[in-house]
C-alpha cells in the first residue's frame, strides 16, 4: 500500500484484551473512559468497515495534540481477532503533512488480565518524501499509545466496566 513508511510500536497494559476492544469499539465508552480529552465521539455508521469516527479534542488535548478533531473511516474490523484498521481523514499536527495515514491495532492477551496492544501506521507523505523525521513518528505514534493509556487507567480503576 505505502512505499516503506511503517511504523510498529507495542504497548504492554495491564487489563484483558476483551476489556480493551470492548471499549475501543465503542463511542460512548470510548467518550468515558477517556473523560477530559474528548468533548465528543461521534459514529457514523454500525462501527464495521465504512463506519466515519469523529474524535472532538477537549481544548487540553487539542492543544497537545495540535488539533481539535480526528476523523477516521474503519477499513477492518475483526472481533474474534481484536484488530481494528482504519484510514484517518483529518487531525493532528503530522497528519497535516501526509497524503495518506491507514493504522492498525491488533490486542492480544498476554496473561491474567493483560495485552498488548500493537500498533502499525502506515504512511505515505504530500511531498513524495521517505519516512518522516523520528520526532514527527514518535508524535504519530505517541497519541495512540497515550489513549490506549487513559483506556487502562480508567478500567483499572473501574474494575467491573466492560468485564
Known amino acids: 500500500m505505502v512505499a516503506g513508511c511503517v511504523i510498529t510500536e507495542e504497548c504492554a497494559l495491564a487489563v484483558s484484551a476483551e476489556?480493551?476492544?470492548k471499549v475501543s469499539c465503542s463511542g460512548d465508552a470510548m467518550l468515558k473512559a477517556c473523560a477530559g480529552s474528548f468533548d465528543a465521539v461521534d459514529v457514523e455508521g454500525d462501527g464495521g468497515p465504512g463506519s466515519v469516527t469523529t474524535l472532538t479534542l477537549s481544548a487540553a488535548a487539542a492543544a497537545a495534540a495540535g488539533c481539535g478533531m480526528v476523523k477516521s473511516r474503519v477499513l477492518a474490523r475483526?472481533?474474534?481477532?481484536?484488530?481494528?484498521?482504519?484510514?484517518?481523514?483529518?487531525g493532528s499536527k503530522v497528519s497535516g503533512q501526509l497524503k495518506l495515514q491507514v493504522t492498525e491495532v491488533k490486542l492480544e492477551a498476554a496473561g491474567d488480565g493483560a495485552?498488548?496492544?500493537?500498533?502499525?501506521?502506515?504512511?505515505?507523505?504530500?511531498d513524495g518524501g521517505g519516512a518522516l523525521t523520528p520526532e514527527d513518528q514518535t508524535e504519530?505514534?505517541?497519541?495512540?499509545?497515550?489513549?490506549?493509556?487513559i483506556v487502562e487507567t480508567y478500567l483499572i480503576a473501574n474494575p467491573t466496566e466492560y468485564a
Open 78 to 90: 475483526d472481533d474474534v481477532a481484536m484488530l481494528l484498521r482504519n484510514e484517518v481523514l483529518e
Open 19 to 21: 476489556r480493551m476492544w
Open 140 to 149: 504519530l505514534i505517541g497519541g495512540y499509545l497515550a489513549l490506549m493509556k
Open 115 to 126: 495485552c498488548v496492544a500493537k500498533f502499525k501506521v502506515e504512511y505515505e507523505r504530500l
